[in-house]
């Protein structure tokens, strides 16, 4: 058995493909990890310009009611290995006790050229996922159908050696082989890593990353059992080299890009949007109704919903909604740096007035997040995810979804934030009940001491530990096992079967 | 020489890969076709809809009155679907199809909310499509650039990287060059011979494209587009050119033909695959991007000084030449800037993208996809010539206003201010319509220089096959 692995081995290792192999994979994997990391770089720098940004807007704001606390979304350090979902979504979202915020509230904090999206981007595993499966049929192609063709297998199955060995020391030795370049190229790339002043990366990263490569790994058996199968079903090398050929376009390049278009689109969700839509718009019409009474019935009566205050500074009130985004909320926002004589016995019912407000305005809007969120889940989230599945068909996809996983820029890894900014709001809501600041004068104005932002709780995001990681690709991963299985025992039965 | 391409070809006919790569180019290609009828029809009716609603606007405007006109200006402007989108999807979905014309601003207002001091309308170009809802997976198009960029190209290897080596294997070029044909008819034999067979397929995936498309009722080609086509089809048989070039040259050097396919698969891969992305981030990072404290302030450009200037007569509510003069430059100046500020960035950006396309010509896959985004009508270009178009039309507006106001007598001629400018109302048919159109000439000249280069790369690949093939020993 170790004879003929190393005999395999040595077969292998002294061929002109794994040089070029090993030569073309550190090339582009060294060369775009440079282009990565600078990119990687940039994005960390427009991060933190945007929360500094943020800062000082925040600290500008004199009232509570016009200050805006915005959260950034930092980029992750590991879509060099697999960018996902981390450059597409929004990484900005603002944090307000008028409404949740979601996914689809967020922005870009633009300093970027976003033109620039029409250039595809790139990323390590994509590299992989175009060559590793490329080498491992042109290592695969002529293991049984050359060996056919010599007539040394004839050889090699004279001496009492079972054929199931063969099997297992030809995969054995053509894996080694091929891991070899792929694991010198990811050691340079962490390397690389390394040495960049603005990438730290944790214990758990490299838990991420060794997921990657244990995920690179069962891709590229997955590729060698289906270059090996061909290899045994065609016993002549210069089929078994163009069928692999058509195999691997159409496996990486055609189906990926064709199978969404092929199949059906499910029925565009309208009815649920208007539906989910009307819901809102109730609440936030008996929110409007209450407000309402509530100034009729106030103990100050005939005045607006600003107390007709009148100063130096701007006030403003609209409901606004939007039906694409399920958005809608009520939104008033008082700045006034100083008062007239004639105001000053209108100041207790006013805040009296915001206190009710603030207190009504939260409960709507959590309200709205209990129709919203399922609304959105399925308008936009289940129509993704349907398409997700079709693109799992072909290897290439599971590979793909999984090492997103594991850097965590899934479309899960990225909602994770969004989830973050909800628990932060509702502390952020905590704080202000606790300091009393809806009914408070600086609510509305600046004029007898400023709002003061800086007891507010400071928002950090931490991305989920390995577990989550693990469990959100494990599934996939397993997948991918299971064809490596599957493929083995085909190959297997075929390879019994034939006659030398 | 024919005799050898004939050959080539029936022997192609017969093979498994003719045959697969007829079935996947037929696939491929219908697939695009029920795609653009699917959703061609609905893209021309939003554009409709678009338009009439817009003109709308211009309409009513008109037949306020002049000043009504010249405050609120046109509706917004729309880019016009090309009906050859399903050649080149070119970005689309990232390239915004609308120019806003921004409300005219107001400045202040009384403590009734009556507006007090208004300016005009300005154009506002939108930001690319900041996709932040899509949370579908990121896959290109299946277009015609897809389909021959990536596809075509890698069936060209596939049908020549045994041309030389192969035959060599089997012993049958020893034979051939015993004969007395000059070895460079050999080469230009099995050059056509593999150019034509490949040819044949997908000139069938064509014809079964266009049948389907142009047989539906939706959607109108016209004979220019029918022009566009015939350029597209004969851009593609010079990038498969390229392809075959290169793969008759490395197999005449290589032994093997399985080493042949390799080396022709890995430069495949570096050229087609990954350098239009990995040179594009590199374009990227040359120029760095504005930082987001410079973005906000030019964003909120400071307009004190303007303020200043024309503070004397901002404030005064009187009546005279002066007073509305000073406003009257005010807004227009105002007007101007903003569009200014905006036209700038924009031409920064551009600029930015155009070195990034420059960079990414190294790799002929990028030359052609410019090339036929060029000649279907859509992409980058096209979105230049867009704003250019609205930008004319602009530039129009504001002339027709200001001589249909020089020929008002009761008018002040001061335009932008209420007082100074014609409020009689005018026929909304005088007024000069948007019209955005594509132009073919001019496409010709922006795509020759990438013309020139590509025919250059098959020239400089065809020579090199043909010095490699003539210093083989057999």
């Known amino acids: ?500 | 020489m024919w005799h050898i391409t004939k050959r080539e070809i029936y022997d192609n006919l017969n093979s498994l890969r003719f045959a697969l790569t007829t079935v996947l180019l037929l696939a491929l290609m219908v697939t695009n076709a029920v795609k653009h009828l699917r959703e061609h029809p609905k893209r021309v009716q939003r554009y409709q809809d678009a338009v009439t609603e817009s003109s709308d606007r211009l309409t009513a405007h008109a037949d306020g009155s002049l000043y009504k006109l010249a405050q609120y200006g046109p509706g917004n402007f729309y880019k016009k679907p090309s009906p050859l989108h399903f050649c080149a999807n070119g970005g689309e979905s990232i390239l915004p199809d609308t120019i806003t014309v921004r409300e005219p601003p107001v400045f202040a207002t009384d403590a009734e909310n009556n507006v007090i001091l208004q300016g005009v309308w300005s154009l506002s170009y939108p930001d690319a499509n900041l996709q932040n809802k899509n949370v579908g997976p990121n896959v290109s198009q299946v277009d015609w650039a897809f389909i021959i960029g990536y596809i075509l190209s890698l069936i060209a290897l596939w049908f020549t990287f045994d041309a030389f080596s192969g035959e060599r294997e089997q012993g049958t070029l020893r034979l051939m060059l015993a004969n007395s044909i000059p070895r460079h008819t050999v080469l230009i034999g099995k050059f056509l011979g593999a150019l034509f067979s490949i040819s044949i397929p997908f000139a069938l995936a064509v014809l079964v494209n266009l049948l389907l498309i142009s047989t539906a009722n939706t959607v109108h080609l016209t004979a220019e587009a029918w022009g566009r086509l015939g350029i597209i089809f004969c851009l593609a048989l010079l990038y498969t050119s390229l392809f075959v070039a290169l793969g008759l040259l490395v197999s005449a050097r290589v032994q093997q033909s399985a080493v042949s396919l390799m080396i022709l698969l890995l430069t495949w891969v570096t050229f087609v695959v990954f350098m239009p992305s990995t040179l594009a981030s590199i374009a990227s990072s040359f120029s760095p991007a504005t930082s987001f404290d410079e973005f906000w302030k030019q964003r909120n450009p400071v307009k004190e000084d303007l303020w200043d200037k024309y503070d004397e007569w901002l404030w005064s509510s009187k009546l005279d030449d002066k007073t509305l003069r000073g406003k009257s430059e005010f807004y227009t100046e105002n007007a101007e800037r903003d569009e200014r500020w905006h036209e700038e960035r924009s031409k920064y950006r551009s600029s930015q993208v155009y070195r990034a396309r420059a960079i990414t010509g190294i790799s002929p896959a990028t030359l052609l996809q410019h090339l036929i985004e060029g000649f279907a009508g859509t992409g980058f270009e096209r979105h230049l010539q867009f704003v250019e178009n609205t930008q004319r039309y602009a530039r129009q507006l504001r002339e027709f206003v200001a001589d249909t106001d020089r020929a008002d007598p009761e008018s002040l001629h001061i335009l932008g201010v209420r007082e100074g400018t014609s409020k009689k109302p005018i026929s909304p048919e005088s007024v000069p319509r948007f019209e955005d159109t594509l132009n073919l000439s001019r496409d010709f000249n922006t795509a020759a220089m990438e013309l020139l280069l590509l025919t250059l790369f098959v020239l400089v690949l065809l020579s090199g096959a043909y010095l490699a093939f003539v210093r083989v020993e057999v």
């Open chain 1, 1 to 500: 058995m170790m004879t003929l692995i190393r005999r395999e081995l040595l077969d292998n290792l002294m061929t002109f493909r794994f040089a070029a192999a090993t030569f073309i994979m550190l090339l582009l994997v060294v060369a775009n990890t440079f282009v990565l990391i600078i990119d990687y770089e940039r994005r960390l720098a427009s991060h933190n310009d945007a929360v500094k940004m943020h800062q000082r807007q925040l600290q500008e704001k004199i009232t509570y009611s016009a200050g805006e606390v915005r959260v950034d979304r930092p980029p992750n350090p590991l879509s060099i290995f697999n960018v996902g979902f981390d450059k597409r979504l929004g990484n900005e979202v603002r944090i307000s006790h008028r409404v949740v915020p979601s996914l689809w509230d967020a922005g870009m904090h633009g300093s970027d050229n976003p033109f620039m999206d029409m250039f595809a981007s790139m990323d390590i595993v994509f590299i992989f996922e175009v060559i590793l499966s490329l080498f491992a049929l042109i290592f695969a192609y002529n293991a049984f159908a050359g060996e056919y063709e010599s007539g040394t297998l004839r050889l090699v199955l004279t001496h009492p050696i079972g054929r199931g060995k063969i099997l297992v020391a030809k995969y054995m030795s053509a894996m080694l082989c091929l891991i070899v370049p792929l694991l010198i190229s990811l050691l340079l790339s962490i390397i690389l890593l390394t040495t960049s002043t603005a990438i730290s990366l944790n214990s758990d990263d490299f838990l991420r990353i060794g997921g990657i490569i244990l995920t690179s790994v069962a891709y590229l058996s997955v590729f060698y059992l289906i270059g090996l199968l061909i290899s045994a079903a065609t016993r002549r090398t210069s089929t078994a080299l163009m069928l692999s050929m058509f195999i691997w376009g159409f496996l990486v390049l055609v189906y990926p890009n064709m199978i969404l278009t092929v199949v059906p689109r499910p029925e565009s969700p309208d009815a649920l949007r208007t539906s989910a839509f009307n819901q809102i718009e109730n609440i936030w019409e008996t929110f409007d109704k209450e407000r309402k009474h509530y100034l009729a019935t106030d103990d100050f009566p005939g005045e607006d919903w600003g107390y007709e205050l009148r100063g130096l500074g701007s006030r403003g009130a609209n409901l606004m909604g939007n039906s694409q985004r399920l958005l809608y909320t009520y939104r008033s926002v008082m700045n006034f740096e100083g008062f007239g004589e004639k105001d000053e016995p209108k100041m207790p019912h006013a805040q009296k007035h915001f206190g009710f407000l603030g207190a009504q305005t939260i409960d709507a809007a959590d309200r709205t997040w209990l129709i919203r969120k399922p609304a959105l889940e399925e308008i936009f989230i289940q129509r993704a995810d349907i398409e997700r599945i079709y693109l799992k068909l072909s290897p290439v996809g599971l590979y793909d979804a999984a090492t997103q996983a594991w850097a965590g820029t899934d479309l899960l890894g990225v909602r994770d934030f969004f989830h973050a900014a909800r628990q932060y709001r509702q502390s952020v809501i905590n704080y202000f009940y606790d300091n009393k600041v809806f009914e408070s004068r600086q609510w509305f104005a600046g004029d007898k001491g400023e709002a003061d932002w800086s007891g507010l709780p400071q928002f950090s995001f931490q991305r989920d530990d390995i577990n989550t990681n693990a469990k959100r690709a494990i599934p996939d991963v397993c997948l991918l096992l299971m064809i490596n299985v599957v493929l083995f025992i085909v190959i297997f039965l075929i390879f019994i079967k034939t006659e030398v």
